[in-house]
Nanobody
Framework: QVRLTESGGGSVQAGGSLSLSCQIS?????MAWFRQGPGAEREGVAA????????WYGDSAKGRFTIAIDNSKITLYLQMRRLKPEDTAMYYC?????????????????WGQGTQVTVSS
């Protein structure tokens, strides 16, 4: 059983930065960050292949967010810069074998409880 615990969410003004962390117990091939805003579908933000740290980003994250995993494979990070009000959402850490699309939620059976990010204008 893989367990995930997110931390680091909070409130920030537009243009600011936040860093999210996810503590992991157990090993999976892929780890990812997803987010879900009010009334929206869950969206893949970024994913990493733990064997070689290859990374993928959703369009909204490209150029602003960075996903990373420490060498011990215990902590997953999401560094978010130049935040916008539309980044406001609950952010979830996820782990699993991945699927045909690494940023689709169906490839991740393990999920954290989520951490809220709120960006004000």
């Amino acid at each position: 059983q893989v367990r995930l615990t997110e931390s680091g969410g909070g409130s920030v003004q537009a243009g600011g930065s936040l860093s999210l962390s996810c503590q992991i117990s157990g090993y999976t091939s892929y780890m990812a960050w997803f987010r879900q805003g009010p009334g929206a579908e869950r969206e893949g933000v970024a994913a990493v292949y733990t064997a070689d740290n290859s990374a993928w980003y959703g369009d909204s994250a490209k150029g602003r967010f960075t996903i990373a995993i420490d060498n011990s494979k215990i902590t997953l990070y999401l560094q978010m810069r130049r935040l916008k009000p539309e980044d406001t959402a609950m952010y979830y850490c996820a782990a699993g074998p991945g699927g045909a699309k690494v940023l689709a939620p169906d490839g991740y059976p393990y999920w954290g409880q989520g951490t809220q990010v709120t960006v004000s204008s």
